[in-house]
Structures are given as structure tokens and as C-alpha cells.
């Protein structure tokens, strides 16, 4: 048995750094994923005036309930969505100019119903080139708060947002909800304010966040299940069995969901109270699986999807297209460069076995710059050989020693 010591979620140390700039007092994280997403968010932080110490297990945030220390900031957000849609959120409740921008990765990205929203609320904030994209310019004054309504089916992130600011508006705020994807990170949003202080109330698809701001504490960061997703399906693939610790039936995120599917498709799966353990059987059934809620790991099933014994159909993803690429076309591009049959639509894709799956050919895996493709593709080249990246590198993303962990298992599978 592999055990896999999987690094702290991206998605958990975003939005832990946020409540511990907002807490009053000191906030130390334990075990935060150290990465270029959440690297470039601290680093945000510190152009906006917070003190963020570093070491290599624990980071500690000085919070400011008030805002940012400094009146005028140029932030470079890098590649990350969660540093590119929650740090203008947390500088609106603050008084100064702050500019924020990204790369032309991220740049390309949806912000506007975020910051629709954002200016329902009064914030004064300008696009300076294409409308509803980085770069952008928030003038703050600090946010009232109130009613306001947010469409996030193209990204749970804008709720996030929202959710975070409201304990750092004068009167709180309530938020309608016309549309959402990936609704388990928003759970994950609720969980965490709590910790630092804040309830917020819940009826369907109305959010109610209390004024108050938030308090200061000690917060251990959970492996990140969407990583995790790779080496289940790499155990599930080859008939190995991986654990990880640190995963278990008290999870905070919903992409551990994935060992649901992989269970459907055949892999026993073990869900503990502190670890997840995933053992192949050496099959892979076909089937039809909605992944709205776990989006994340559609890249992670796809990859594997040509060893399957029948076709492999996922729906309900179109979010996938508004990613750090348009994921549902990556996927398909790559496999049909390896040899699969693969259709797409505007929300699905299905991959067909073409005889034997591992026939597949070798070939150059085009990343689009995405670390989940690379990631993904990876867990395919167990069973293809000859498969190579033109990018592997842009794994440093979430997961910078992704090559070597997963070399490792490799050799032990």
C-alpha cells in the first residue's frame, strides 16, 4: 500500500489567508499549501500593507479588520483566480486606490457578475480595458452593505467573495443566488467563516452574512482532495491501492466525492475518519456521472476514461470551459492526439473505448497552461506510454513537486 502525503488545499489556504487579513488579532496557519496560486495571494496581501510571516509549515497573518494598511497598491495577482476575485473583495473594504492585475491567462477569465455585484453594493471599481476582466481599479470607501443579487453558475468563487466581505460591511449583507457551480466550495466558504467567528444563515438560495468581522485563531489546512484526485485514479488505474492521510469523513471539500465515482466505475473505497484509501480492482466500468459539483476532477476521470470497459460519459460541466483553459476541449484534443474516440458538447464529453485501450498511442500532451491537464494526463501515461507535456512545469500552480510524488508512486504501483 502507497501511502501520499498530499500538500494543503489551494482552495482552504485562499480563503483561510482572507479571514486571517480580516480577523482582529493574529492568525497562524498551520500546514498551507505552498504554491505559485497561494504564494502570489500572500504576496498580494503584503503589497496591500499586511504582515504575513512565512515559514515552511506555519504562516501567520496579522489581520486588519479594518482593510489594507496602505492607501494605494498595484497587486499582480500571477495565474490565480481565488488572488485575482478576493483580493479587490477584501481592498473594496478598505479607503485607498488599489489596482489589480493578472496574467493573460487569468486575464482572459470572467470577473463580471463579481463585480456587478461589487458595484450594486457601491463599490466604486473600473475595468481599464475589456469589461468584466483584470486589469481592474477599486477606489474604496469601505462597503454599507445590503441586498444584492449574483448569478455564480460560472464560478462558486463570486459567492465566496461576497460571503467573505459581508462580516466587514457596516450592516451585513444578504445575497440571492440565481445560479450556482460547484456548490461543496461554498460549504467549504460556510465551514471556515464559522471558525473564525461568523454564522452565516441559509435559506435556499438566500445568504445572510452578519456584520461584525471576523476573530483571529489557529487553523490547519486539510490535504487538497482535487489533488488527491490524481493518485486515487492512478491506484484505480492499475489495479494498486493508495492511501492519504489527513482525508477522511470530516473533509471539508466536496472533490473528495471523486472516489465515489471511481467506486461506481469498480475501485473499493475506504473513507476513514482521518484517511481515504482507494485499492483498484483491475476493472473500470463505463458510466454516466453529472460533475457539476466536482468539476475540478473531470480532467482526472477523462484521463482515464479510454481504460474503462465501456464509454465514459460526464455532463453538466460547461464551467469547465471558463477555466484556466476551456477544459472540456483540452481533454478532448489530447485524447484523440492519444487514440481515443471522444465527442464534446456544450456541457459533456464522452470517451469511447476503441478495442484495446492500451493501444494508445504516445504523443505530446498540449497543457494550455492548466496544471490539471498535466496532472491528469499524467495518471493516463501509467497505462500509455510515450506521453510527454510541452509544459510540465505549470504544475508549480498547486502541486510543485507534483513530478516527483507522483514519479514516486509510480515505482511503488
Request: with cysteine.
Amino acid at each position: 500500500m502507497a501511502v501520499v502525503q498530499i500538500p494543503g488545499s489551494k482552495s482552504v489556504t485562499a480563503r483561510a489567508l482572507f479571514l486571517a487579513a480580516a480577523a482582529d488579532g493574529v492568525t497562524t496557519l498551520l500546514r498551507p499549501l505552498r504554491s505559485d496560486d497561494t504564494e502570489g495571494f500572500a504576496e498580494g496581501l503584503v503589497r496591500l500593507g499586511y504582515r504575513v510571516g512565512r515559514t515552511p509549515d506555519a504562516w501567520q497573518v496579522d489581520g486588519r479588520p479594518q482593510g489594507p494598511a496602505v492607501t494605494e497598491a498595484d497587486v499582480y495577482c500571477r495565474d490565480g483566480a481565488t488572488t485575482s476575485r478576493f483580493l479587490p473583495t477584501l481592498a473594496a473594504a478598505g479607503h485607498g486606490t488599489y489596482r489589480f492585475d493578472a496574467s493573460p491567462q487569468m486575464r482572459r477569465r470572467p470577473l463580471l457578475p463579481l463585480t456587478r455585484a461589487l458595484r450594486d453594493l457601491g463599490v466604486d471599481l473600473r475595468h481599464e480595458e475589456a469589461e468584466g476582466h483584470h486589469p481592474l481599479t477599486v477606489v474604496a470607501a469601505g462597503v454599507e452593505g445590503g441586498e444584492v443579487t449574483l448569478d455564480a453558475g460560472q464560478s462558486s468563487q463570486y459567492l465566496t467573495a461576497l460571503l467573505l466581505l459581508g462580516p466587514l460591511t457596516r450592516t451585513g449583507l444578504r445575497i440571492a443566488v440565481t445560479d450556482l457551480v460547484s456548490a461543496p466550495y461554498v460549504e467549504i466558504t460556510l465551514a471556515m467563516m464559522r471558525e473564525f467567528g461568523v454564522e452565516v444563515r441559509r435559506d435556499g438560495n438566500v445568504f445572510a452574512v452578519p456584520p461584525g468581522g471576523y476573530r483571529a485563531t489557529t487553523y490547519a489546512i486539510e490535504p487538497d482532495a482535487s489533488t488527491a484526485s490524481y493518485f486515487f485514479a492512478a491506484a484505480a488505474l492499475t489495479g494498486g491501492e493508495v492511501t492519504v492521510p489527513g482525508l477522511g469523513a470530516g473533509a471539508l471539500q466536496g472533490d473528495l466525492g471523486f472516489v465515489d465515482v471511481l467506486r461506481r466505475m469498480g475501485a473499493e473505497v475506504t473513507i476513514g475518519a482521518d484517511a481515504t484509501t482507494v485499492r483498484g480492482t483491475g476493472r473500470l466500468n463505463g458510466l454516466t456521472v453529472a460533475m457539476r459539483d466536482i468539476s475540478d476532477t473531470m480532467p482526472t476521470l477523462a484521463a482515464i476514461a479510454p481504460f474503462a470497459s465501456g464509454p465514459v460519459r460526464i455532463e453538466d460541466v460547461a464551467n469547465t470551459r471558463v477555466k484556466e483553459c476551456d477544459r472540456l476541449e483540452a481533454c478532448a484534443e489530447n485524447l484523440r492526439r492519444l487514440g481515443a474516440t471522444v465527442e464534446t458538447g456544450p456541457d459533456w464529453i464522452e470517451i469511447r473505448p476503441g478495442g484495446a485501450a492500451d493501444g494508445l498511442v504516445g504523443a505530446e500532451i498540449t497543457s494550455y497552461g492548466d496544471h490539471r491537464i498535466v496532472m491528469s494526463f499524467a495518471v493516463t501515461g501509467l497505462r500509455a506510454p510515450g506521453i510527454s507535456f510541452d509544459d510540465p512545469g505549470c504544475v508549480r500552480k498547486t502541486f510543485p513537486g507534483f513530478h516527483e510524488e507522483f514519479g514516486a508512486l509510480r515505482a511503488r504501483l
